[in-house]
C-alpha cells in the first residue's frame, strides 16, 4: 500500500512538470516534511527542497501554516538554481506587504520570468501592486 502511495506521488511529480512548472499552487507543508525531500535552501520565507526528478520552490506563508505556495516545480538543476535567488530577492517586499495567494503571486512569479533584470520596484509598478513600493527593501 506504501508503495502504490509513493509510485502515485512520483508520477503526479512527474506529470506536473509536463503541465506547467511555473504554475503557482497551493501544497500541503507536511508534504516536505519527510519522505526523500529534502531542504536545500533556505532564504527568508523562500524554501528549496530537492524530491527524487524534481527541485520545489515555496514560499512559507505564516499566516497559513499548513500550506504553502509552491512557485515552481521544476526538473532542472540548473533551472532550480537560477530561479530561487531571483525569487528569494524579489518576492521578498511583496510577501512582507501583502497577504499572497495564488492568484495574486502568479503575475509576481511570471513578471520576474518574463524580466529577470527588472527590480522589485519595477514588477511593482508593472502588476499594479504600488504598496510594495514602500517597503525599505525598495527604498533602498
Known sequence: MQFLGRLLDTVSSVSTLFTNPYRVREVPLSDYGGGGKVK????????????????????LCPETP?????????????DAM??????????RPFYET????????????????????WSSA?????????ECLKHNYVQR
Open 66 to 78: 499548513n500550506v504553502a505556495l509552491r512557485l515552481f516545480q521544476v526538473a532542472s538543476e540548473e
Open 40 to 59: 536545500l535552501k533556505e532564504e527568508g520565507r523562500i524554501v528549496l527542497y530537492k524530491y527524487s526528478q524534481s527541485w520545489d520552490c515555496l514560499l
Open 82 to 91: 537560477n530561479w530561487f535567488p531571483q525569487y528569494a530577492l524579489k518576492l
Open 122 to 130: 519595477h514588477i511593482a509598478v508593472e502588476t499594479g501592486l504600488r
Open 98 to 117: 501583502l497577504l499572497l495567494k495564488c492568484e495574486s503571486t502568479q503575475p509576481i512569479v511570471d513578471c520576474i520570468r518574463a524580466h529577470p533584470d
